[in-house]
């Protein structure tokens, strides 16, 4: 499956952003889904899961209550919703594929990845 991320830009801290994850290719097989985001000179963290279904999603701490995961399957399109930017969720966020049909916080348990879209929260 390829994964194809859009939606990043700059925008003001306080302000939102909604990124979308494409998928296309073995669409037919449920996979579950995370983004996770990597600033300059870090590691890539994960932001957020979310099963097949939709039904099971959980987030890093950083961002609960700020940012929301969901998807539509018959898009074969997931988001992230970001509300409440602040200058620190600046990075390169990717969107991931686990093909078990659940998620994980680890980078490891991926096996696709998108090619990441950038956002910059200017303070």
């Known amino acids: 499956v390829q994964l194809q991320a859009s939606g990043g830009g700059l925008v003001q801290a306080g302000g939102s952003l909604r990124l979308s994850c494409a998928a296309s290719?073995?669409?037919?097989?449920?996979?579950?889904m995370g983004w996770f985001r990597q600033a300059p000179g870090k590691e890539r963290e994960f932001v957020a899961g979310?099963?097949?279904?939709?039904?099971?999603?959980d987030y890093a701490d950083s961002v609960k209550g700020r940012f929301t995961i969901s998807r539509d399957n018959a898009k074969n399109t997931v988001y992230l919703q970001m509300n409440s930017l602040k200058p620190e969720d600046t990075a390169v966020y990717y969107c991931?594929?686990?093909?078990?049909?659940?998620?994980?916080?680890?980078?490891?348990?991926?096996?696709?990845w998108g090619q990441g879209t950038l956002v910059t929260v200017s303070s």
């Open positions: 290719g073995r669409t037919d097989r449920r996979y579950g």
């Open positions: 991931a594929a686990d093909r078990s049909g659940l998620y994980s916080d680890s980078v490891g348990r991926y096996d696709y």
């Open positions: 979310i099963n097949w279904s939709g039904g099971s999603a």
